[in-house]
């Protein structure tokens, strides 16, 4: 049987369900400082962005997505330019 959520407010949610999920110390410092870095107002709404990306993208290899990341963390650091959209696409479709 599942609870109805709270809301990020603090509000019974009957669109919501809670559900408890086991991660590591070290998993959790990290989904802490990922959310915070990127603007979510909470660890909840965090994860619900990450479940529904990876649900809503199945197709979606974890190789390619550790090549978004890396790529993503080298451009931040000043060790690689962005990319157009163009490229972007051109990458997804090599990877199929």
Do not use: C
């Not at 959520?5 to 989904?31: F, K, S, Y």
């Not at 550790?66 to 990877?95: L, T």
């Amino acid at each position: 049987m599942s609870e109805t959520g709270v809301n990020d407010n603090g509000i019974d949610d009957p669109e919501t369900t809670t559900i408890n999920i086991r991660v590591t110390e070290r998993q959790l410092a990290e989904i802490d400082a990922v959310w915070k870095e990127e603007g979510y107002t909470s660890r909840s709404e965090f994860l619900r962005h990450a479940i529904r990306d990876a649900t809503a993208h199945p197709g979606a290899s974890r190789d390619m997505l550790a090549s978004i990341a890396a790529e993503e963390h080298a451009m931040r650091k000043g060790e690689h330019d962005a990319v157009s959209r163009e490229e972007v696409i051109e990458m997804i479709d090599d990877e199929e």
